[in-house]
C-alpha cells in the first residue's frame, strides 16, 4: 500500500514481485513514451504537430499556440480534448495531422518483441492517440502482431486518460478482470483510475514534471521501472524458472 521509495534501479525489482506478475491474464500498455523510450524524442515530433496545427487553426503564432496548448493540456487532460471542448475541432483530422510523423528514430526492440512473446496473458495497447499512430509506432518497433488490440481515443469516445469512464469501456469491452490486470504507463496520474479498478500498476518513469506529477502524493504505484524491456524479460523469465524461482522467493 506504499508507494515505491527507493526505485532507483530495474535491479531493485525482485524475483519474486515479476514471478508474480507473469501470468496475469491482461496486460495493459501504454504507447508513446511506454513501449518506446522517451529518449527515442518520437514526441517531440507529436508535441510540434500538435503546436503546429493550434498555429493554423487558430491564426496564431507558435509561441502563442504554445501558450494555448499548455492550458488545454492542464485543463483537459489532452489537447485534443480541449479543442473538442471549446472550438468544435474534429478529432479524426487533429489526429491524422499530429501523428502524421517520421518514425525512423524508433529502434525495432528484440529485447521487447521476445518478452511479449513470453507472457502468457493477453495484451493491449491503451492510448490517448489513434489507432493509425499505434500501428506506424508498435510495427517500427516490431511488436504489433503481440497485441489483440488498440483501445485508442475513439474507441473510449476521444475521453481521454486519466478521465474514469474510458478505463470502464476498456475493461467491459475486453473482457478485463482488473484485479488479474497490469497496466503499465509513463505518466503516472493515468495509473490512479487503474488501481482504484483494482488493476497492478507499473509506472515507467518519466522525467517530465507531467509524468510524475502525483507520485508519492496519493498515486498508487506497485512497480516502478526505468527499462521497460528489461524488465518484462525478468519478469517473463522468473515465471518461466517455474517452482524453484518461487520456491526460493
Ligand atoms: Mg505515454
Avoid at 521509495?5 to 530495474?10: E, F, G, L, N, Q
Avoid at 485508442?152 to 469491452?173: M, Q
Avoid at 487503474?194 to 497492478?200: D, I, K
Wanted: with cysteine.
Amino acid at each position: 500500500m506504499t508507494v515505491p521509495t527507493s526505485p532507483a534501479v530495474p535491479a531493485a525489482e525482485s524475483a519474486s514481485p515479476a514471478a508474480s506478475l507473469r501470468d496475469r491474464a491482461v496486460w495493459i500498455f501504454d504507447l508513446d513514451n511506454t513501449l518506446y523510450p522517451a529518449s527515442c524524442n518520437l514526441f517531440a515530433q507529436v508535441d510540434r504537430r500538435i503546436n503546429e496545427f493550434i498555429a493554423g487553426h487558430f491564426g496564431l503564432g507558435l509561441d502563442e499556440a504554445r501558450v494555448r496548448q499548455k492550458r488545454f493540456f492542464r485543463d483537459y487532460g489532452t489537447t485534443l480534448r480541449g479543442l473538442m471542448v471549446e472550438h468544435d475541432v474534429d478529432p479524426v483530422a487533429y489526429m491524422d495531422y499530429v501523428h502524421d510523423i517520421d518514425v525512423a528514430g524508433v529502434q525495432p526492440s528484440a529485447l521487447l518483441a521476445g518478452a511479449l512473446d513470453r507472457l502468457p496473458g493477453r495484451k493491449i495497447i491503451y492510448t490517448n492517440g489513434s489507432v493509425r499512430h499505434a500501428e506506424n509506432v508498435a510495427g517500427r518497433l516490431g511488436i504489433l502482431d503481440r497485441f489483440e488490440a488498440v483501445f485508442d481515443i475513439a474507441a473510449a469516445g476521444f475521453v481521454p486518460k486519466p478521465d474514469p469512464r474510458p478505463y470502464a469501456t476498456l475493461v467491459e469491452r475486453h473482457g478485463i478482470d482488473p484485479a488479474d490486470a497490469c497496466m503499465v504507463e509513463d505518466i503516472a496520474r493515468n495509473l490512479a483510475p487503474a488501481h482504484a479498478l483494482g488493476m497492478t500498476t507499473v509506472w515507467v518513469r518519466g522525467d517530465q514534471e507531467y509524468e510524475k506529477a502525483g507520485v508519492g502524493a496519493g498515486i498508487h504505484i506497485d512497480h516502478t521501472v526505468d527499462d521497460l524491456p528489461s524488465w518484462l524479460a525478468a519478469v517473463a523469465e522468473a515465471g518461466a524458472a517455474g517452482a524453484g524461482a518461487e520456491g526460493a522467493a
